[in-house]
């Protein structure tokens, strides 16, 4: 895949990458992938970002230092988060001259077929409108995501939607390693993933520290995109400028290869 060839691509975005240890916004990393993003749509390509950080970033926001324990103050931090999310979004992608749109669902709309087709017109839509969905889960009203995983999944499920070339989660590791590094120093990068099976959930891991996703969730995205037949890359979002490099057919992070379609 190069960078000249056209792509409609789905970018997930975790807590983790978001925010500093702290809790507040990591605003610097924000920045670079909205430039990022914002050059790669300049370039001719269709994104769609599924961003996290609601919770996390509404925590921070109320001067919390940890994430509640309780649904009702999961979802409290959900509705102060969405709103500086959303903010701090359209702020800097009207910087380059992007117009960004807000989509928040539950799993009701993907369950109902009506429901559902009526969200595939709104994403065709917006993006032939020329504007840049940013989806996720609307927590302040469901509580399934924020019990029982993370974005990682919902990425897959939008891309799978809209019939995406591409899905790249951006995480808090270089990808997916053959051992935990927090217990072993020697962990090393798979580079490639060929066939999704117990073998490569087995050394996924647990759930991360600031979001409720871990690497399972992530494997799981992965098998439901490239069941799909749409590839993925599992990548740093730390430097969010290596995605050029993924475009350019560099091995970064570790790539999921997609079934047949």
Do not use: W
């Amino acid at each position: 895949m190069k960078l000249t060839e056209k792509k409609r691509i789905v970018v997930k975005v975790g807590t983790s990458t978001l925010t500093h240890d702290t809790g507040k916004t990591n605003i610097a990393r924000m920045a670079k992938l909205v430039s990022v993003l914002a050059d790669l749509k300049n370039a001719g390509h269709q994104g769609v970002l599924v961003s996290s950080g609601a919770v996390g970033i509404g925590a921070g926001k109320l001067g919390m230092h940890e994430r509640p324990d309780h649904t009702s103050g999961l979802q409290a931090c959900a509705a102060v988060g969405q709103c500086e999310l959303m903010f701090l979004y359209d702020k800097l992608f009207s910087e380059y001259g992007v117009v960004v749109s807000q989509l928040l669902f539950t799993g009701y709309t993907l369950n109902h077929p009506e429901e559902k087709a009526h969200l595939v017109d709104t994403f065709n839509q917006l993006l032939e409108d020329d504007a840049l969905p940013i989806v996720n889960e609307n927590d302040s009203v469901s509580v399934e995501e924020l019990l029982h995983g993370d974005n990682d999944c919902l990425s897959a499920t939008v891309a799978q939607l809209i019939g995406a070339d591409l899905l790249i989660l951006l995480t808090d590791t270089d990808g997916l390693l053959d051992a935990n590094p927090a217990e072993n120093e020697n962990a090393r990068l798979i580079g490639r993933v060929a066939e999704i099976n117990d073998d490569v959930y087995a050394v996924a891991g647990g759930a991360g520290s600031k979001g409720t996703g871990g690497f399972t969730t992530k494997i799981r995205a992965a098998e439901i995109a490239t069941g799909a037949g749409i590839p993925v890359i599992i990548m740093n979002g730390e430097r969010p400028t290596a995605i050029y490099k993924v475009l350019d057919g560099q091995p970064i992070g570790t790539y999921f290869e997609a079934n047949s379609r």
